[in-house]
Protein backbone atom coordinates (compact mmCIF):
# COMPACT_ATOMS: atom_id res chain seq x y z
CA UNK A 1 0.00 0.00 0.00
CA UNK A 2 1.41 3.19 -0.84
CA UNK A 3 2.33 5.57 1.95
CA UNK A 4 2.43 9.68 2.31
CA UNK A 5 4.71 11.96 4.02
CA UNK A 6 3.80 15.36 4.93
CA UNK A 7 6.29 17.93 5.85
CA UNK A 8 6.52 21.23 7.54
CA UNK A 9 2.63 20.43 8.54
CA UNK A 10 1.26 23.76 10.46
CA UNK A 11 0.84 23.38 13.99
CA UNK A 12 -2.72 24.18 13.93
CA UNK A 13 -3.52 22.11 11.43
CA UNK A 14 -1.90 19.38 13.09
CA UNK A 15 -3.69 19.95 16.67
CA UNK A 16 -6.86 19.96 14.60
CA UNK A 17 -6.10 16.48 13.21
CA UNK A 18 -4.97 15.18 16.47
CA UNK A 19 -8.10 16.57 18.47
CA UNK A 20 -10.65 14.77 15.92
CA UNK A 21 -8.61 11.77 15.71
CA UNK A 22 -8.81 11.48 19.53
CA UNK A 23 -12.23 12.01 18.93
CA UNK A 24 -13.04 9.43 16.82
CA UNK A 25 -10.63 7.00 18.25
CA UNK A 26 -8.70 6.60 15.36
CA UNK A 27 -5.13 6.93 14.81
CA UNK A 28 -3.72 10.54 13.34
CA UNK A 29 -2.81 8.36 10.01
CA UNK A 30 -6.70 6.46 10.00
CA UNK A 31 -8.33 10.32 10.48
CA UNK A 32 -6.21 11.74 7.89
CA UNK A 33 -7.07 9.30 5.49
CA UNK A 34 -10.63 9.04 6.88
CA UNK A 35 -10.60 12.85 5.84
CA UNK A 36 -8.92 12.73 2.74
CA UNK A 37 -11.21 10.20 1.33
CA UNK A 38 -14.24 11.87 2.50
CA UNK A 39 -13.22 15.55 1.40
CA UNK A 40 -12.14 13.85 -2.30
CA UNK A 41 -15.60 12.23 -2.17
CA UNK A 42 -17.43 15.72 -1.56
CA UNK A 43 -15.33 17.56 -4.03
CA UNK A 44 -16.27 15.21 -6.82
CA UNK A 45 -20.13 15.20 -6.25
CA UNK A 46 -19.82 18.96 -5.21
CA UNK A 47 -19.41 19.91 -9.00
CA UNK A 48 -21.91 18.10 -10.20
CA UNK A 49 -24.12 19.28 -7.61
CA UNK A 50 -23.02 22.90 -8.38
CA UNK A 51 -23.78 22.61 -12.16
CA UNK A 52 -27.39 20.76 -11.74
CA UNK A 53 -28.28 23.82 -9.29
CA UNK A 54 -27.07 26.43 -12.26
CA UNK A 55 -28.88 24.36 -14.40
CA UNK A 56 -31.76 24.80 -12.36
CA UNK A 57 -31.43 28.30 -12.21
CA UNK A 58 -31.45 29.17 -15.53
CA UNK A 59 -34.46 26.98 -16.56
CA UNK A 60 -36.67 28.79 -13.63
CA UNK A 61 -35.51 32.25 -15.05
CA UNK A 62 -36.57 31.25 -18.94
CA UNK A 63 -39.32 30.03 -17.34
CA UNK A 64 -40.31 33.34 -15.96
CA UNK A 65 -39.72 35.05 -19.08
CA UNK A 66 -36.28 36.34 -17.27
CA UNK A 67 -38.31 39.32 -16.19
CA UNK A 68 -36.82 39.62 -12.87
CA UNK A 69 -36.46 43.08 -11.25
CA UNK A 70 -32.59 44.10 -10.97
CA UNK A 71 -31.25 44.27 -7.83
CA UNK A 72 -30.78 47.95 -7.89
CA UNK A 73 -34.41 48.25 -7.23
CA UNK A 74 -34.95 45.02 -5.08
CA UNK A 75 -32.27 46.68 -2.76
CA UNK A 76 -34.06 50.04 -3.06
CA UNK A 77 -37.42 48.96 -1.95
CA UNK A 78 -35.14 47.14 0.98
CA UNK A 79 -33.93 50.38 1.86
CA UNK A 80 -37.76 52.46 1.69
CA UNK A 81 -38.85 49.85 4.38
Known amino acids: MPSLQIRDLPDELYEQLR ?27 SRSRRVALLERIATRDRASGGDLPAPEDLLAADRAR
Not at 24 to 45: D, I, N, P, V, Y
Open 19 to 45: VEAKREHRSLAQQATAMLEKQLQQGSG
